[in-house]
């Protein structure tokens, strides 16, 4: 097990202790603009079995949640390697699909924020959609 990854350019690596809590394709705006169109698709993980080597970029703000989030990228490359929930506590890392070395380690099980995709976006028929925030995950 553990499960590594990192950036476009290499600057920045990661490696994780535990298995995959879920994954999701998330299609609010917010990962819209990070993806520059489509959804994100992110791998939960617990936040404490993840350690980053690099050095990454933040940016804090309030997301279509409510919640306050953090997004971390690498200061090189750009390439988005994770958003956390600063607000609340408790909550799962979400580390982005396409950084792990292993992209095929979780597929998504659900794509979130349905609503605020647009009408061109490509939604998997068979994965359940939520208009809006997911449920909660462990």
Not at 49 to 76: P, Q
Request: hydrophobic share 40%.
């Amino acid at each position: 097990m553990p499960h590594v990854g990192g950036c476009l350019c290499g600057a920045v690596r990661y490696t994780i202790s535990a298995d995959p809590l879920g994954a999701r394709m998330c299609w609010c705006r917010d990962c819209q603009r990070i993806a520059s169109g489509s959804a994100t698709v992110n791998v939960l993980f617990p936040e404490a079995a993840v350690a980053i080597e690099g050095k990454l970029g933040t940016f804090v703000m309030i997301a279509d949640s409510g919640n306050t989030v953090e997004r971390g990228f690498c200061n090189v490359c750009g390439a988005q390697i994770y958003s956390r929930t600063v607000t609340p506590t408790g909550l799962p890392m979400r580390v982005r699909a396409g950084t792990l070395d292993d992209p095929e380690l979780a597929p998504p099980t659900a794509v979130i924020w349905a609503d605020s995709a647009p009408s061109w976006a490509p939604l998997p028929g068979h994965l359940p959609r939520h208009p809006k925030g997911p449920p909660p995950a462990s």
